[in-house]
């Protein structure tokens, strides 16, 4: 069974940065992409970050483009998100994701484990 725990949330003030980080357990073989979606009170899920584990090709929001970067440590079994310039509207609950066939990069609903997630908290 595929685990994937979610860290490095927290709160913090409005400029400042976050690294997030997921670790996965439990592969029998290492999943297509992984991703990091946000969900924050109130409002629908939104796609922040996701990349493909072979190749490295990689996705970021438009909302987080330029503040963002996803990236994996194979090795570790780890995917992480650095986010700098951290703004009060990226408060949500922050979800990795894991999936496998080539179409699902980009749909949330095409991922097929989650962690439970991470709350980032950012004050003005």
């Known amino acids: 069974q595929v685990q994937l725990v979610e860290s490095g949330g927290g709160s913090v003030q409005a400029v400042g940065s976050l690294r997030l980080s997921c670790a996965a357990s439990g592969y029998t073989y290492r999943s297509d992409y992984m991703g990091w979606f946000r969900q924050a009170p109130g409002k629908g899920g939104e796609r922040v970050a996701a990349?493909?584990?072979?190749?490295?090709?990689?996705y970021v929001a438009a909302s987080v483009k330029g503040r963002a970067t996803i990236s994996q440590d194979n090795a570790k079994n780890t995917l992480y998100l650095q986010m700098n310039s951290l703004k009060p509207e990226d408060t949500a609950m922050y979800y990795c994701?894991?999936?496998?066939?080539?179409?699902?990069?980009?749909?949330?609903?095409?991922?097929?484990?989650w962690g439970q997630g991470t709350q980032v908290t950012v004050s003005s």
């Open positions: 990349i493909y584990t072979g190749g490295g090709i990689t």
């Open positions: 994701a894991a999936g496998y066939g080539g179409s699902g990069f980009l749909d949330p609903g095409k991922y097929n484990y």
